[in-house]
Structures are given as C-alpha cells and as structure tokens.
C-alpha cells in the first residue's frame, strides 16, 4: 500500500507543524493511532489540549468502533496530547497532524512511523469483508460444495468471476486486468446473494479487501462513489451491490445510471476492482447501461432444470432419508416454477419434517415421492404470492 509525508514548519516559538498523510480509512487509522500510542506510551496514553494555559484541558472525545466480529473498541479521536511527546495531535479523516516541540519532532516522526507499520501490518479492514455500515462479516458457514446450482450458471461464476481471485498472480504476470463488473440476474430465491457471499469468501480466502453495500442503505448512488474510494485504498478489491436498481423502483429513475456511471470511472484505468451487482429486474434496466464496459457480463440465476432439483433435494435432505423409489421427472413436474430457495428450503426441508413427523417410533424417517410432490403442492399459493409480486415490480427477497 502505497503511502505519502507532507511535511511543514511554523517556527513560531519553537514549535513545528507536521502532516501526515495516509492512504488507508479514516477509522482505519483511527484505530492503528490509538494502538500504537498506548503500545508506546502505556495504557491511557491521551489527554486534553488547552487553549490558553489558564483555562481547563479540553476533554478528549471518545468513540466506538467496529474492529471485528461482534467487537467493539474505544478510541480517541480528534484533538488530544499523547503522554511522552511534548505537543497537540489531530486525527483528521487520513492525516495525522501534530503541533510540536521542536526538540519533540524525532519522537513524533518515529511515531507515525510506527502508526503506518500497524497499519501495513494489522490493518483493520485490508483483506476483511466489511459492510456499507462499517461491520464485519461472518462467511464461516459459507460454502461451495454445499450449494446447488445449474452447471452452466457455475461455470459462468467461475469463468467471469472467481477465476479473477483465484489465480490473480498469474492473470497479472499475463497482462489480464483484475477488473471485472458482473451482474447476478434473476427471481427471488435463485441464490444471487448466496453466490455474492460466496465470491467474498473466496476473495478474502485469496488477499482481496470486501466491502459490501447493503441493500437497505440509504442513497445507494451516493453511498457508491464513497466506497469504491474505499476499495482503491484496500486493493486488490470487490463491491457487492444488492438490488442496484433499488432507487429506480422507488422513484429515482437516475439512480441507476448514477451508480452505473460512477463505477464505471472509478474501476478505470489501473484499479483492482471488481464490482457484483445483483437484480431482480433485469429487465427493467436500460439496454445502454448493460453493455460490456459498463456491465461486463450478466449472469442468468433464473436457469434451474429438473436435474439441478434432484440435485439439490439429495443435499438438503439428511443422508438416507430419500426412498431409492423416487421418479424425479414427477417430483420435476411438481415443482417446474420453483426457484432454489422453494425448492431447498421449502419442499425439502418441509417433506424432511414431514418424514420425521410421521415415523413411527423407531422406525427411520423416509422422505417418499408422494411427500415431496404434497409439500411441493402445499406451497403453491406462497409461490403465485411471490410471482405476483415481481410482475407488480416489486420484491424485497432474493
């Protein structure tokens, strides 16, 4: 990661400025400040400024920062005198200002070098998955071997999208760019997020920072700008953007082309960036904005065949459970309009509750084809609920 020092003097009584900048988040120094100060200078290493000498210190300000999984830090930010260095320092965003001694500059300086050996060494955020809200992600549970997809939409992920964290050396001693935008088209429940979570593992599993903008956040365009800076300081990098088009359903037509505009000049030229967006609508986004440079391939999760749902019947059902008797072009049938999600979650692990349900005791519970073609028919009116819904332009799942 590269870094920059900007460094100035006011020899007004004695005293220097010096500014130093980092290329690294805000809390992300913020964090590696603290640190070093009290591995310096002991455990409450920090004390308020005075104005004048005859009026009281001002008090320190503290805040409360995400720095892991269900972790919280206090950490002082702001203006403040650190104990065992002779003047003022201010945290501002990326730079560490401190007004000094002139006697004291050796000490300072040594001290921010050890502010920007923290942060290359134990960074807060580099080669994390973090949110649009500044926590971490868990993706401990998440995995590939366990999720069903139709073969043709997984060779497409690994081809257009994990190929670029799984061989990066070799793709940049090859002259490939790590740039890719991909688009996870597709109903609700087809596993768009699912392969989103997945990709962010894989990249934190290969030295890539995450950052994913949730889809609650408010003025997603806006928020866009700011966390693509954000992967330009941690690369090589990736955004998931879920329900990109969002603002454009609910009244801002520009919202789309805004977000779509500001990653197409911010992954330009030499970033490390990898965009994944996800819709429910593809068909409601503008034909201009899909072309390659802008959207660079779109994957179709809405491809499920009879075949991918006895595929992923044998891995939700427990070991066992299934009768070898099954005629899957049946259970096929019953369960033809189905995204993944109704299918696993729906009529397999319903039809395994079902089985368990009704086994007599001690008697192994036995998944039947007329169980599976019953819960798959029991869940029809949640299925033509949620049809309904996206035909109105409107659906919350994915």
Not at 77 to 101: N, P, W, Y
Not at 162 to 169: A, N, R, S
Request: proline share 4%; with cysteine; net charge neutral.
């Amino acid at each position: 990661m590269k870094s920059y020092f900007y460094k100035e003097t006011a020899m007004t009584k004695e005293k220097v400025v010096i500014v130093r900048g980092f290329e690294y988040d805000s809390i992300d120094l913020a964090v590696a400040f603290n640190n070093t100060a009290k591995a310096m200078f002991g455990p409450d290493p920090f004390f308020g400024t005075k104005d004048k000498f005859w009026l009281p210190r001002n008090p320190v300000a503290f805040s409360t920062v995400k720095v892991g999984l269900n972790q919280e830090e206090k950490i002082v930010m702001g203006q403040m005198r650190i104990k065992g260095i002779e003047g003022d320092f201010v945290l501002d965003g990326s730079t560490i200002q401190a007004f000094v001694d002139k006697n004291e500059i050796a000490k300072a300086e040594s001290f921010m070098d050890n502010v920007k050996t923290s942060l290359k060494t134990t960074s807060l955020y580099k080669g994390k998955a973090v949110t649009s809200s500044r926590g971490f992600m868990d993706l401990s549970k998440v995995d590939l071997d366990a999720l069903v997809y139709n073969p043709r939409v997984l060779q497409e992920l690994k081809d257009n999208l994990f190929v670029l964290m799984q061989k990066t050396e070799q793709l940049r001693r090859d002259g490939v760019r790590i740039r890719r935008k991909v688009l996870f088209q597709g109903r609700f429940g087809t596993g768009k997020t699912m392969a989103a979570l997945v990709a962010a593992k894989l990249g934190i599993e290969n030295g890539f920072t995450v950052y994913y903008l949730e889809p609650t956040s408010q003025d997603a365009s806006g928020a866009v700008e700011f966390m693509l800076q954000l992967c330009k300081k941690y690369p090589p990098a990736m955004l998931v953007i879920e329900d990109f088009d969002r603002e454009q359903r609910l009244g801002d037509f520009y919202g789309t082309t805004k977000m779509v505009s500001a990653i197409d000049g911010m992954t330009s030229k030499d970033s490390e960036i990898l965009v994944v967006l996800t819709t429910n609508f593809k068909d409601k986004i503008a034909g201009g904005l899909q072309r390659p440079g802008r959207i660079d391939k779109t994957i179709n999760f809405d491809i499920f065949t009879p075949e991918d749902t006895e595929r992923l019947l044998k891995v939700v059902v427990p070991s066992g459970y299934l009768d070898p008797n099954i005629d899957w072009k049946r259970v096929g049938e019953a369960t033809s309009r189905m995204t993944p999600a109704f299918v696993g979650e729906g009529v397999g692990v319903g039809a395994t509750l079902a089985a368990v349900n009704r086994a007599k005791n001690g008697d192994k519970p036995v998944v039947t084809q007329e169980i599976l073609i019953e819960v798959a028919e029991g869940l029809h009116d949640q299925l033509r609920a949620c049809e309904n819904a996206e035909q109105a332009g409107f659906s919350p799942s994915r």
